[in-house]
C-alpha cells in the first residue's frame, strides 16, 4: 500500500530493554521525521534526516538512535527505554523543505509505547 | 525563539454551533502557518494552510486567515458535526526553523449530537 506506515502500532516493553520503532514510506520522500506525542506538550520532534545517511537531532534526542540506510526507512530505537519515554511516536515524511515555505508533512498512524 | 499558543480544551460545542479555535504564535519574519488534524486513533493530516499575510486557507468548510498585526491564525467552521470530533493543531513553519515545524499543544474539540 503507497503511504507511510509504522509498526508496531503497539508496544510494551520493560525499563532497560532495546526497542525498535520502524517507519516506512513509498512515496521516496527526501525528508523524514520522528515525533514524540505527550499530552501538554504537543508534538516534539527527536530526529529527522534530510536524505539516506543524512541525520540530525531534533529538540529531544537524547536517549534515542537512527539510522536511514534506505531512502524508504527511518527506524527509531530507544536503546534503553525508560519510563519517561512512553509516550505515542509519530513518524512523518517530506517530499522537501525550504524554510519558511509551505512543507506539508505526512504523518503514519503511529506507535503507542508503554514502558513498565 | 519561535512558538505557538493554541487555547486549551476540551472544546465542547452541539451540532451546527459555530467554531472558533485561537491560535496566536511568536516568530521573526513571516512563517507559514498551518493547522493540522487528528482523529481519534489516527495520525495527523493537514487542514489548510497559509503562506503570507491576509491568505485565508480553506478545507472541508474550516477557514483561517493569516494575521499578522495580531499574530493569530483561528480556525473557523460556520457549522460543526460530529464527525469534525478530532485534535486540531497549529503549527509554524518559520524561515529560521531549520526543517523544524513549531507545534501548539493542540486542542481537543468535541462535538455532541
Known amino acids: 500500500d503507497a503511504g507511510i506506515t509504522q509498526s508496531p502500532r503497539y508496544k510494551i516493553t520493560e525499563t532497560g530493554r532495546q526497542v525498535t520503532l520502524m517507519c516506512h514510506q513509498t512515496?521516496?520522500?527526501?525528508?523524514m521525521f520522528w515525533y514524540r506525542q505527550d499530552l501538554g506538550h504537543g508534538l516534539r520532534l527527536i530526529y529527522y534526516?534530510?536524505?539516506?545517511?543524512?541525520?540530525d537531532k531534533g529538540e529531544v534526542p537524547d536517549g534515542y538512535v537512527v539510522s536511514r540506510s534506505k531512502t524508504e526507512n527511518f527506524p527509531l530505537t530507544l536503546e534503553s527505554a525508560t519510563r519517561s519515554q512512553t509516550s505515542v511516536y509519530f513518524c512523518?515524511?517530506?517530499?522537501?523543505?525550504?524554510?519558511?515555505?509551505?512543507?506539508?508533512?505526512?504523518f503514519g498512524p503511529g506507535t503507542r509505547l508503554t514502558v513498565l | 525563539g519561535n512558538s505557538v499558543t493554541q487555547m486549551e480544551g476540551p472544546v465542547t460545542l452541539s451540532e451546527e454551533a459555530f467554531l472558533t479555535i485561537n491560535c496566536t504564535y511568536t516568530?521573526?519574519?513571516?512563517?507559514?502557518l498551518f493547522w493540522y488534524v487528528q482523529y481519534p486513533g489516527e495520525g495527523l493530516q493537514l487542514l489548510l494552510k497559509?503562506?503570507?499575510a491576509d491568505d485565508k486557507g480553506s478545507n472541508k468548510g474550516f477557514e483561517a486567515t493569516y494575521r499578522k498585526e495580531t499574530t493569530s491564525f483561528h480556525l473557523e467552521k460556520g457549522s460543526v458535526q460530529v464527525s469534525d470530533s478530532a485534535v486540531y493543531f497549529c503549527?509554524?513553519?518559520?524561515?529560521?526553523?531549520?526543517?523544524?515545524?513549531?507545534w501548539g499543544a493542540g486542542t481537543k474539540l468535541i462535538i455532541k449530537p
Open positions: 512523518a515524511s517530506s517530499e522537501s523543505w525550504v524554510a519558511g515555505s509551505y512543507n506539508e508533512q505526512f
Open positions: 534526516s534530510a536524505a539516506a545517511d543524512i541525520t
Open positions: 512515496w521516496s520522500h527526501s525528508y
Open positions: 497559509a503562506t503570507k
Open positions: 516568530a521573526t519574519g513571516y512563517p507559514s
Open positions: 503549527a509554524l513553519s518559520g524561515s529560521d526553523s531549520n526543517y523544524q515545524l513549531i
